[in-house]
């Protein structure tokens, strides 16, 4: 079945600069990558996804990079904002009748 | 609309009781999911279920725990002889189909004391 690792487990960066996260994942055949940001106390929401179709897409601060050869992707987020503080899961989902796979999540910390 | 919600909200139990915790999922949603989440810990996929299909049941951590979900709605996660070990935070969430966004609830943290 499908594994997803996800790393760094902890990342800390200064208001105004870039963080990123990456994930990789073992099932080829996967087609489905999404990222939930879970605030403290709080319960996960989507924030991005990608399909495999395409390799990058943007949202405002907030961007997702696939590299299908070499079955990873990242999330990008530029200019963070305190707010951004956050635990950030990543998943991937394999064609069928099969659930997301999380990764084991990122805490990112943005310092004022 | 009206979101996931989960009940109830929080649940201290004595080790070796039953506990029932219950999902309401977003009305048209054929897919469910239960996740179960330890203080500062990821998502770990208890069970899934899809339609009519039979559930996934490859994430349930023992026989201890089951699910059911009724008329393809309501679904009811259920822990027989709790164990300290089962103090989480037990999350819901379900998806229009399967694998599109999903919507959770806010979850029931349950305390075996």
């Known amino acids: 079945g499908e594994n997803v690792e996800q790393h760094p487990s902890t990342l800390s960066v200064q208001e105004g600069d870039s963080a990123v996260i990456k994930c990789t994942y073992s099932?080829?055949?996967?087609?489905?990558f999404p990222w939930y940001k879970q605030e403290l106390g709080k319960r996960p929401q989507l924030i991005i996804d990608i399909r495999s179709n395409v390799g990058e897409k943007k949202d405002q601060r907030i961007a997702v990079t696939l590299n299908k050869t070499a079955k990873h992707f990242s999330l990008h987020i530029t200019e963070t904002q305190p707010e951004d503080s956050a635990v950030y899961f990543c998943?991937?989902?394999?064609?069928?009748?099969?659930?997301?796979?999380f990764g084991k999540g990122t805490r990112l910390s943005v310092i004022a | 609309g009206a979101g996931v919600s989960q009940s109830p909200s929080n649940k201290v139990t004595e080790k070796g009781k039953d506990v029932e915790l219950r999902c309401d999922p977003i009305?048209?949603?054929?897919?469910l999911y239960w996740y179960r989440q330890s203080l500062g810990q990821g998502l770990e996929f208890l069970i899934y279920?899809?339609?009519?299909?039979?559930?996934?049941k490859s994430g349930l951590p023992s026989d201890r725990f089951s699910a059911e979900r009724t008329g393809g709605s309501v679904s009811t996660l259920t822990i027989q002889r709790t164990q300290q070990e089962d103090s989480a935070v037990y999350l819901c969430a379900s998806s229009e189909v399967n694998p599109y966004e999903q919507y959770f609830g806010p979850g029931t943290r349950l305390t075996v004391t």
């Open positions: 009305s048209g949603h054929t897919a």
């Open positions: 998943a991937a989902s394999s064609p069928g009748n099969t659930p997301l796979v």
């Open positions: 099932d080829s055949a996967s087609n489905y």
């Open positions: 279920f899809q339609g009519n299909s039979a559930p996934d």
